[in-house]
């Protein structure tokens, strides 16, 4: 019942039909060709499989385990599983060749972060904020700190974490105290951490901590936060690790899920000031810390497509082996498996059809992160961006929300058996229910898009999107067999077109716009979410179609057609409503 097996059709599915396998036309990527991509992807899929989910359960049972001494124990086999991911070369996949990684597309790392986090979440976290620490040292840190510890870095032997949160500041970063005393060529650092995912571990020779914090002569608020790397161990001229630093992991967290996963407290400077050297310009921390944080958000999107997915195979697994009742006079009456009644068939569609919705959102999300960072002219890589920046949000919100969604769904489908943790899917949802709240809240993220992202252009990106999909809308509609699904994408669309134009008017009032963008943000975004996940699946229904029509006898495609239409057909309705939500004001929030 707890077995993983990696979603590798479906992954190729998006990408060599939905997106056309575009980002391999780009010039850094002339060298990459789709069977090598389908190679990686079959390769990621044994990994995930045959060692990482193996290991999800046990991680579940034994967690993570501080010792007297301030050391982590992770579970059993964890740091073998790590390690055999580090000598495959995964953790530098997407990493350009010029800083040591293989140069393959981001649609490519994220299919493969996908499969990483449906079969161990826990332990998919510690590479995940590695590459968000490669990011914000390649694009920050100067040439000598890329020198020293980029290659470790993107090799993996040495690990990444972000050090944002403070007791006193959550959300609210402006309030950081964590204090940075310059002394030589480095700072001295002191101060508290907390929530710091993998901040302490046994799997790998070092860890490299990105820390926000002030030096004394600082202003308040964010321009006084700067950022800086503090390594656990100390790195002598030759590369050769030596003492410890002055930082020690005071606690970890006793958490709903994700137990395999050491969340720490971590104490800076307790015995004089751990040694740290600043990543960029001083006072612009936040700003470098958000090229991780960007990079972090879209690949929680992705773990929670991840779990997801497993949520999927664990619930129809047992739904086609669990006998219960009988079929309907009509259907012959005979005994059956619950997967035969149409109420669990219900909740079974709604998972898969959300599932894939999610993940073609996600991987057109990378897509553009592709043409942003590898595209030929200036303006396409500045438009792919400006989309990118609109699709993050969505793609990190909805998808875990949803995430969470399917995981209780899967319960559900199990009835008492799911409730129960022999099973395996209650620590789905466990695991999936830190994901809304982690890398800024997802009402941060409905903030983000229907303040920051929608206004400052006024709705220019946003507006691009839309435009694809009234073209989809077009396209869906010319097809006798799949207009009905174009005019129920149209009706949508109608929605949302509808429900930005609101949130774009009243933002704008001097007076009253900071409460509209926050009192719409949410319902904006799940509509948003709704649409463009539905917009998918109408390209996944032209896919399917053509290939069902060129006569292809491959039960994938009429299994993605009937995904489609629920998606389409079932679920857009419910996300709908947030229009009549956001048209109803503002007066019973206040």
């Not at 500041?169 to 480095?186: N, Q, W």
């Not at 790397?229 to 030759?238: E, G, I, Q, R, T």
């Not at 290939?547 to 709908?576: C, H």
Request: proline share 4%.
């Amino acid at each position: 019942m707890n077995h993983y097996a990696a979603p590798v059709r479906d992954l190729r599915f998006v990408l060599e039909e939905l997106l056309g396998h575009r980002s391999l036309s780009l010039p850094d990527f002339s060298d990459t060709t789709p069977d090598v991509v389908e190679a990686v992807l079959d390769e990621a899929a044994k990994l995930a499989g045959d060692v990482w989910g193996p290991l999800n359960a046990t991680g579940d049972r034994e967690g993570a385990r501080r010792q007297p001494n301030g050391s982590v124990t992770i579970p059993e086999g964890f740091a073998a599983a790590y390690q055999a991911y580090v000598e495959g070369g995964w953790n530098g996949i997407g990493v350009s060749e010029a800083l040591g990684g293989q140069n393959l597309p981001e649609v490519v790392a994220s299919a493969v972060q996908e499969m990483l986090h449906g079969a161990n979440m826990a332990l998919g976290l510690c590479p995940m904020l590695t590459a968000g620490a490669i990011e914000a040292l390649a694009h920050h840190g100067s040439e000598a700190l890329k020198a020293i510890y980029l290659p470790k870095l993107v090799e993996g032997s040495w690990t990444g974490t972000m050090n944002l949160t403070e007791p006193q500041a959550g959300s609210d970063l402006s309030k950081v105290r964590t204090r940075a005393v310059p002394e030589g060529d480095h700072y001295r650092i002191s101060g508290q951490k907390i929530y710091i995912t993998w901040g302490e571990h046994d799997a790998a020779d070092n860890i490299i901590h990105l820390v926000l914090a002030r030096k004394p002569d600082a202003p308040e608020g964010n321009k006084g936060i700067s950022l800086f790397l503090v390594p656990k161990f100390l790195v002598n001229a030759d590369g050769s690790l030596g003492e410890r630093n002055d930082v020690v992991c005071a606690s970890i967290e006793h958490k709903l899920g994700i137990h395999g996963s050491p969340t720490c407290t971590l104490s800076f400077g307790e015995q004089g000031g751990a040694v740290g050297y600043l990543v960029g310009e001083e006072g612009r921390g936040l700003n470098h810390m958000f090229t991780m944080m960007n990079e972090a958000r879209h690949k929680v999107g992705i773990q929670g497509i991840g779990v997801a997915e497993r949520a999927c195979q664990h619930a129809l697994a047992y739904a086609r082996d669990r006998q219960q009742g009988r079929l309907p006079a009509a259907r012959g009456g005979q005994e059956c498996p619950i997967s035969e009644h149409l109420d669990v068939r219900r909740m079974l569609l709604s998972m898969r059809a959300r599932t894939d919705a999610l993940r073609a959102l996600a991987l057109y999300c990378a897509a553009q992160l592709d043409i942003a960072r590898h595209g030929d002219e200036p303006s396409a890589r500045q438009a792919a961006q400006a989309r990118a920046e609109v699709l993050i949000p969505v793609v990190k919100s909805f998808s875990t929300d949803q995430a969470v969604e399917i995981a209780s769904t899967g319960i559900q489908v199990h009835g008492g058996m799911g409730y129960v943790e022999e099973t395996g899917a209650a620590q789905l949802l466990r695991d999936a229910r830190i994901a809304p709240i982690y890398e800024g809240t997802n009402g941060i993220q409905a903030l983000d898009l229907a303040g920051r992202k929608l206004q400052r252009d006024q709705g220019e990106a946003f507006g691009g999107l839309l435009s694809e999909v009234a073209a989809t809308v077009e396209k869906l509609k010319a097809h006798a067999e799949l207009a009905p699904l174009g005019q129920a994408l149209a009706a949508g669309l109608e929605d949302l077109t509808a429900a930005q134009q609101q949130v774009l008017t009243e933002g704008r009032n001097p007076d009253t716009g900071p409460d509209a963008v926050q009192g719409y943000a949410t319902p904006f975004l799940t509509l948003t979410g709704h649409v463009l996940c539905a917009w998918q699946m109408g390209l996944a229904a032209l896919s399917a179609q053509a290939a069902i029509e060129q006569g292809s006898s491959d039960s994938f495609y009429t299994t993605k057609l009937q995904s489609a239409r629920f998606a389409i057909t079932q679920w857009l309705p419910v996300g709908r409503a947030q229009r009549s939500v956001i048209e109803a004001g503002l007066e019973c929030l206040r």
